[in-house]
């Protein structure tokens, strides 16, 4: 086993026994638990094909919440994981519509692991906009905001634009980053509702770019610094 694999264990016992301490602590209410995939998707471009999940696992009550939450992306063509990306996450509100985000995050991709500390914000803005803001804390420190609107056409068809910045804060040979280069990806998914939210079909477009010293890198490497993919896929809710 890995270094990086016994510290991710090793932390994901700790929040653990956090959940459950927490959850006696806080014993007003019952635990609760759900399963939901935000993305779970096949991504087309003139040059990729990718398959790649967004999915939240999570079990507690409105004091304390551990979320599993899992991010990937896989390129068929080279059969490699371009992302693969795991974190485990304890929530807590600080406000009625937002909560505190501690936990760890272990990236295991076809290429160098990375564990990082999780510090961040998530919740709903009075725009019914979901935001997630957070802060991975290592040698290589970096800063993501994701925000997504769910806007509807009907009770059954939603459009769901996306947006998301990673902000690296050095540079990182080994993951050809440069600092302060950020990479954004922006998206728009038109679902629809099969039955009752528990699985609605979409389809949609995403695109995505990287800039600054990290497009440098991309250049140099003979690499395109943007892509813009179809995507066809599923949204999972139970």
Not at 12 to 36: D, H, N, R, S
Not at 61 to 67: A, C, G, S, T
């Amino acid at each position: 086993m890995t270094k990086a694999f016994l510290i991710a264990m090793l932390m994901c016992a700790a929040l653990f026994l956090a959940l459950f301490l927490g959850a006696a602590v806080a014993k007003a209410e019952p635990l609760v638990w759900g399963i939901q995939a935000e993305q779970a998707e096949y991504r087309v471009s003139d040059d990729e094909k990718i398959a790649a999940w967004d999915f939240d696992a999570q079990i507690g009550n409105d004091e304390l919440k551990f979320v599993l939450r899992s991010e990937a992306e896989f390129d068929t063509d080279k059969d490699t994981f371009e992302t693969l990306e795991n974190q485990a996450r304890l929530q807590m509100p600080v406000s009625d519509f937002f909560d505190a985000v501690a936990g760890i995050r272990v990236d295991t991709p076809d290429g160098p692991d990375r564990v990082y500390g999780v510090l961040g914000l998530h919740g709903l803005t009075k725009q019914w906009f979901e935001i997630d803001a957070d802060f991975f804390i290592s040698d290589n420190p970096t800063f993501r905001f994701e925000a997504e609107y769910e806007g509807l056409i009907t009770n059954r068809i939603i459009f769901t634009p996306s947006i998301e910045i990673d902000v690296p804060f050095t540079d990182d040979d080994e993951l050809e980053v440069g600092a302060w280069g950020p990479k954004l990806e922006v998206g728009g998914r038109l679902s629809y509702d099969l039955i009752d939210r528990v699985i609605s079909p979409y389809v949609g477009v995403h695109y995505e770019r990287v800039f600054g010293e990290t497009a440098d890198i991309a250049r140099a490497n003979a690499e395109d610094t943007g892509a813009v993919f179809f995507v066809v896929g599923a949204r999972v809710m139970y």
